[in-house]
Structures are given as structure tokens and as C-alpha cells.
């Protein structure tokens, strides 16, 4: 599975599966992404394999947030993976994918703080917060 930014000057590819998805309502992924939702991908932390552009890769740290992070290209600003040290994992913003990930999204969490403007229309699970 390969995926870039919108400009082209970052690529990769993942060298380990998914694990895990979910659509992210929380309003950090939600201004970080302009959307009403993230959509993200977990891996392994050595499951990214930069095929070009990881010096143009900005990481974006809330101070506060223990766990937020929002990693993007320097030129164009598109989101892309990041690694989280911290949790041991990888996340992939799934719309950089070039293809349709082998896993999708398995739950909505953050859903109390999700936009009042948007209607939550799939089946998947929901989480007022993080999952259990």
C-alpha cells in the first residue's frame, strides 16, 4: 500500500498491515483535517517506508495533548503518517492512501464532541470518547 501528499513530494509505503481504523470526531482531528472527521490507520512503528520527501514532513505538536500530533507536507500541507513513539504505532491519515486501505475504519470515536452539523450515517461502532 503506497500513498502520498497532495504535491507529490512526500511518499511511502507501509511494510506492515493495519491493525486498526476509526473515524476520529474529536475537534483537534477535526480542525487538523478541515472535515468533519479523520479517518486514520494504525501500524507497527517501523510499518512506514519513506519512498521520498521525509525532510519535507512537518510535525505539528500540541503542547497540551499528550497524544495529538498532526504530521504534513511542508509544501503543499497535506496530512501524512507520523510516527508516535510514545504508543509504540504509526497513524495514517487515510486519505493520503493511494488506494483503498485492506482495512477499514471499525469504529467513530469522540463522537460527543463530534460537529453538530454532521449526521454520523454508517453502522460502525460509537464511542463517546476513545475506545475501550
Known amino acids: 500500500m503506497r500513498g502520498s501528499c497532495q504535491c507529490d513530494t512526500v511518499a511511502f509505503e507501509l511494510t506492515a498491515p493495519i491493525t486498526w481504523a476509526h473515524n476520529c470526531h474529536c475537534s483537534r482531528c477535526r480542525k487538523a483535517r478541515a472535515a468533519a472527521f479523520a479517518s ?3 501500524t507497527t512503528l517501523d510499518g512506514i517506508r519513506w519512498l521520498r520527501g521525509s525532510e519535507a514532513v512537518t510535525l505539528y505538536q500540541l503542547p497540551q495533548a499528550r497524544f495529538f500530533a498532526q504530521a504534513f507536507c511542508s509544501r503543499c500541507g497535506s496530512p501524512v503518517p507520523r510516527a508516535d513513539p510514545g504508543r509504540g504505532i504509526a497513524v495514517i491519515p487515510y486519505g493520503c492512501l493511494d488506494n483503498a486501505p485492506d ?7 469522540f463522537v460527543a464532541s463530534k460537529a453538530d452539523w454532521y449526521v454520523i450515517a454508517d453502522r460502525l461502532p460509537q464511542f463517546a470518547a476513545a475506545r475501550p
Open 40 to 42: 486514520n490507520g494504525f
Open 103 to 109: 482495512l477499514p475504519p471499525q469504529a467513530n470515536i
